[in-house]
């Protein structure tokens, strides 16, 4: 994951600190999944590496800020545009996915849960096709548990990507510029159609 | 089997728009959807209420009209037909499964299923054969004359389901048919409708119902009247057992 790319997400909004990233990602993730600094310095001395990042010269020679190049831009809109799937989540990915999308004006929330939907819907259709061919064709029990266990949670998934879409069906028009009438600076499809499929 | 279609696509929608009221009060129920059902297809449609799904479901059906926009079903346009024709293209070319069966409590079984071709003015004794067929064809062919208040709800959608598939019906349009179902039911419902499409027919199933619509060959995304997404048709299961190329 996604400390990587939480930092470019976080970054999206501005030049930051260090310590401020951290401080920033707890907030968004709730605590979820804490970071120590140390993490935070070595992904971002990778990042810089990488030519994600730029180092801002600061006042204090000890403190450095650092910004997103455009590079690091693209990196964070392909991230966005190309879902999570199942089997690759050491952690939840997505949640943190959908908390950093949250917070950026730009990002397109919309778009990103409805990415999310389809991918899940579409493995949903698989296990419940593996599940039909399974119980027209033998009688084992191991296999259709694990593939309920499958089925249930890509159920879960969608049930709570459709409580967000809720969530953001409620605010949009207050606070939040859908990306189609602001500035699109996170262009979330850059490749024209999912760009990692 | 008396008529053999030629059209793989079963269902065409082609830029469907339908407004409701007009001036300041105007509804967009459908703001240009376009959807084509393939024979043996069964598609389900997704979508927070108010999207637009059941609007969808009656202008495919011929239940409702478009403001705007072209519908075929087995390659007929609906446009333009009289209130006859309409009813005629209705009763002979689609099904209808709804989450209130509908079932006339006066009628046994084999007679509800058997009635929509006897308005057809197919014979009643041929009619009593379709049904009985149709009837055989989801397993309650043995209920066939009880009446709907000595049925189970699960054998009534059964019965229902009968009659929107007797005859050459090639579309079958179901909105929330397993409302009222428990979970290994509504499941059983599916494998039905499963099974039409697997011999011919077209369905299309609207659900808020996420692991039912799991079961459909492609899941539409409906929202605000638009289609936003689409899963696409999904391989079948030995494809995806082979080493999952399929994500």
Known sequence: ?197 | MKEVQQVSSVLEMYAVIRVHGSGAAAVHALRGVSLSVDQGEFVAVMGPSGSGKSTLLNIAGGLDTATSGEVRVAGRSLAGLSRATLAQVRRRSVGYVFQDLNLIPALTAAENVSLPRELDGVSARRARGEALAALADVGVDDLADRFPDELSGGQQQRVAIARAVVGPRRLILADEPTGALDSVTGEDVMRLLRARCEAGAAAVLVTHDIRLAGWADRVVFLRDGLVVDDTGVRPDPATLLSGGSAR
Request: aromatic share 6%.
């Open chain 1, 1 to 197: 994951m996604s400390i990587r790319q939480g930092i470019l997400a976080m970054l999206a909004g501005g030049p930051r600190y260090g310590y401020q990233l951290r401080t920033d990602f707890e907030e968004r993730t709730g605590n979820t999944w804490p970071l120590n600094i140390g993490q935070v310095y070595t992904t971002l001395s990778r990042l810089e590496r990488d030519r994600l990042v730029i180092a801002i010269e600061a006042s204090d020679d000890t403190h450095r800020r650092y910004a997103l190049t455009d590079q690091g831009r693209a990196e964070l809109a392909a991230w966005f545009a190309t879902p999570v799937h199942r089997e690759e989540r050491p952690r939840d990915e997505l949640a943190i996915k959908l908390a950093m999308a949250a917070e950026l004006p730009e990002a397109d929330l919309h778009a990103v849960v409805q990415a999310q939907r389809t991918d899940t819907m579409r493995a949903l259709q698989d296990y419940t096709r593996l599940r039909r061919a399974h119980d027209e064709s033998s009688e084992g029990l191991a296999w259709p548990i694990v593939l309920d266990s499958l089925i249930f949670s890509a159920e879960a998934e969608i049930r709570w990507l459709d409580a967000c879409e809720e969530r953001l069906s409620h605010l949009d028009g207050s606070h939040r510029t859908p990306v189609s009438a602001g500035a699109p600076e996170v262009d979330l499809d850059p490749a024209g159609e999912g760009a990692a499929r």
